[in-house]
């Protein structure tokens, strides 16, 4: 019999469960995942977000993809300006980035992600989704950014990256 631990009053073990279901669908939904994967897919996101950060994890209801907080420097790039930014959370659909610089919602951003695990970098393409700009539910002024026209490989590598975090923070709780 398992003991309840930090998750919520979720065992270990259902825990573990979750997350092996979860990277079992993260890693098909690459190639599709059919209607009852999806809304499983979805659950699964939203009770892995909640047993990491209830707090931040208010509206995964409505988000496809989980949404992990991560601060991670890129570059950001919009027409011929550079800038360093902080990724604050990232899911496979998009990022959110801290600036006070803000872009015009429809604005395309090109990101140039470090994976600092991998030592590789992903150069991306998004579209600027919201502005924050006064800094709420707990994140500085920002905005979100919705990836575009990923490939496969860039895809993969961002959703190995929210894995990874995932594991990270699920291990620090248990600790």
């Known amino acids: 019999m398992d003991d309840p631990n930090e998750f919520g009053g979720q065992s270990s073990v259902e825990t573990l ?8 669908l993260d ?17 699964l996101s939203a009770r892995l977000g909640k047993l990491i950060d209830p707090k931040s994890q208010k509206v995964i209801q409505r988000r496809k993809n989980l ?7 890129v570059n950001l790039k919009s027409g011929k300006d550079f800038e360093k930014v902080y990724i604050k959370n990232i899911s496979g659909g998009g990022v959110y980035v801290a600036t006070k610089s ?3 919602i ?8 470090h994976i600092a695990d991998q030592k590789k970098v992903i150069d991306v393409q ?18 979100g950014v919705r990836f575009i026209d990923l490939t496969p490989a860039q895809e993969e590598l961002i ?9 990270e923070e699920l291990g620090k709780k248990k600790d």
């Open 126 to 143: 998004g579209c600027v989704s919201w502005l924050n700009p006064q800094g709420v539910d707990q994140l500085p002024p920002g905005m």
């Open 67 to 73: 949404r992990i907080s991560t601060n991670i420097e």
């Open 27 to 43: 890693a098909k939904a690459v190639m599709g995942l059919s209607a009852d994967e999806s809304k499983l897919y979805t659950d």
């Open 106 to 113: 429809g604005s395309l951003v090109s990101l140039n992600i």
């Open 159 to 167: 959703r190995s990256l929210v894995r990874n975090r995932l594991e």
């Open 17 to 24: 469960r979750l997350l092996m279901q979860f990277r079992k």
């Open 102 to 104: 803000l872009h015009p």
